[in-house]
């Protein structure tokens, strides 16, 4: 994500940071950089004049003449104003209606709508307690409606079937009398898109707005459109009262052009960031959290907060109680972290997100297919001996060839995993001095905090 924007940045910023004074001359200098660098993401324009020109009367105010660290504060004003150009805080959803809450969601074709329908249907369910039902009204491809159907029973949506012989008003206003009925909490009307926006596009869209006066009227946009995605969103907010945004593949776009732009263009806020192909990639959107990822300076609290939805909350307590009675983090401990880390996405979902590695994997997880290594680390621990996982010393020559020829894997692998298991156990006896992992990362996310706002 904005792999190549937080590049040119955290480059820029750095110079910037380690400078002891700020001149006219280097504020001048980065702010120059910093444009370029905007520019190059396919930022709005506009939005990069705006950018700058808040940043450089800030910049050049009392604000970092009275500072001691005049490099980190310029740091904090582009933290900021990246922020507050994305939108202060994120709005969430507003549901609070007359139950069924209407959602209505429009755009154009292929830019992930009905997944992003199924994204919310299932977000909705498991965050908010809601109960979902979905339909589809694009009725000029039968496949569409197929597609929502599929993607409704993988999340466990109610699916309020409908035909491409009817008309989208009528279907999208059976299925909220049809949802009424159910008690239902929340409807989800996926619509029909366009390869451009066309007038007859945008008279359906109207005729369904207004046939179930929907709470929330989302438009999703693909993130790698860049500024585009900005200036359709605004043309659709020209024709209905838009209510906020779902920014999709965020996943393949380094630039984050639209990111930055769609809030400023449309007046509209981003509400969700479409993470990946799969149900579960929908992340809420927090501008400030995503301004510190561009800025490379890591979004720890938004992999605290999925940690502890993830993890094995009684493993880690398991882990956290042994380690304090001074026991050691044995390989059985290893690869249930090997485990947790998987059903985390992998290294590179981590990666991504630690403080100074945002804009690229680093040469360790870089082209390593993470789901094999952890495969194969676990092949090698599961090819132990009771024993030889939990007292590791013991293993000799003969044993780890016993073992490579058990898990299929070479002397090399066995001793490269008995090193990084060393450095994990390491690692492990410090953290549990300090309190756990979930405190670590706590520690970790208040750095950050301190880094990219409260400096
Ligand atoms: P629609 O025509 O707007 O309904 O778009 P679809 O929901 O059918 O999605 C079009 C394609 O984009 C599909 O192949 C989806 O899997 C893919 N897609 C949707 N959202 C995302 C996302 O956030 N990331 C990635 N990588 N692909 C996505
Ligand atoms: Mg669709």
Do not use: C
């Amino acid at each position: 994500m904005f792999e190549s924007l937080t590049e040119r940045l955290s480059r820029t910023l750095q110079h910037v940071t380690g400078q002891a004074k700020l001149t006219d001359e280097n504020v001048r200098d980065s702010l120059r950089e910093v444009r370029m660098a905007l520019l190059e993401a396919d930022v709005a324009l506009s939005v990069v004049k705006d950018f700058i020109g808040r940043v450089r009367e800030r910049a050049l105010g009392q604000e970092v003449s009275q500072s001691l660290t005049p490099g980190q504060v310029f740091l904090r004003i582009v933290s900021d104003e990246l922020t507050a150009t994305m939108g202060a805080a994120n709005e969430g959803l507003n549901l609070a209606a007359q139950p069924p809450a209407v959602i209505l969601v429009a755009g154009l074709q292929g830019v992930g709508k009905t997944t992003s329908v199924a994204k919310l249907a299932r977000w909705l369910q498991e965050n908010s307690k809601k109960s979902v039902l979905v339909t589809s009204a694009d009725v000029y491809r039968p496949a569409a409606i197929d597609q929502l159907k599929l993607l409704a029973s993988e999340v466990g949506a109610d699916f309020f079937p409908s035909s491409g012989s009817e008309k989208p008003v009528d279907i999208a206003k059976a299925a909220v009398q049809h949802a009424r009925l159910q008690h239902k909490d929340v409807v989800i009307i996926d619509t029909a898109g366009r390869l451009h926006v066309d007038e007859q596009m945008m008279v359906e869209i109207r005729q369904l707005h207004s046939s179930v006066a929907p709470v929330e009227t989302l438009f999703v946009v693909d993130a790698m459109t860049g500024q585009d995605a900005a200036v359709t969103a605004r043309a659709f907010h020209e024709a209905l009262p838009l209510t906020g945004v779902i920014l999709t593949k965020v996943d393949g776009d380094a630039r984050g052009g639209a990111a930055l732009s769609v809030r400023s263009v449309t007046g509209k806020p981003i509400r969700f960031l479409g993470v990946g192909e799969k149900t579960q990639a929908l992340e809420v959107f927090h501008p400030d959290r995503v301004a510190s990822r561009i800025l490379g300076m890591g979004d720890m609290l938004s992999l605290v907060e999925e940690a502890e939805r993830k993890l094995d909350k009684k493993k880690a307590d398991r882990l956290a109680s042994k380690l304090k009675k001074g026991k050691k983090f044995d390989l059985e401990d290893f690869r249930d972290q090997l485990q947790q880390v998987k059903s985390m996405g992998g290294l590179e979902g981590l990666v991504d997100r630690l403080p100074g590695m945002g804009g690229g994997i680093p040469a360790m997880a870089q082209g390593l297919d993470d789901g094999k290594m952890f495969a194969r680390m676990e092949a090698i621990i599961s090819s132990m001996t009771p024993s030889e996982r939990r007292f590791p010393a013991v293993l000799n020559g003969s044993r780890k060839r016993r073992i490579a020829a058990g898990s299929g894997t070479s002397i090399q692998d066995i001793n490269r995993l008995v090193k990084q298991h060393g450095q994990m156990q390491k690692m492990m006896k410090k953290v549990s001095a300090k309190g756990g992992m979930t405190k670590m990362m706590r520690g970790l996310g208040m750095f950050k905090n301190k880094q990219a706002g409260r400096v």
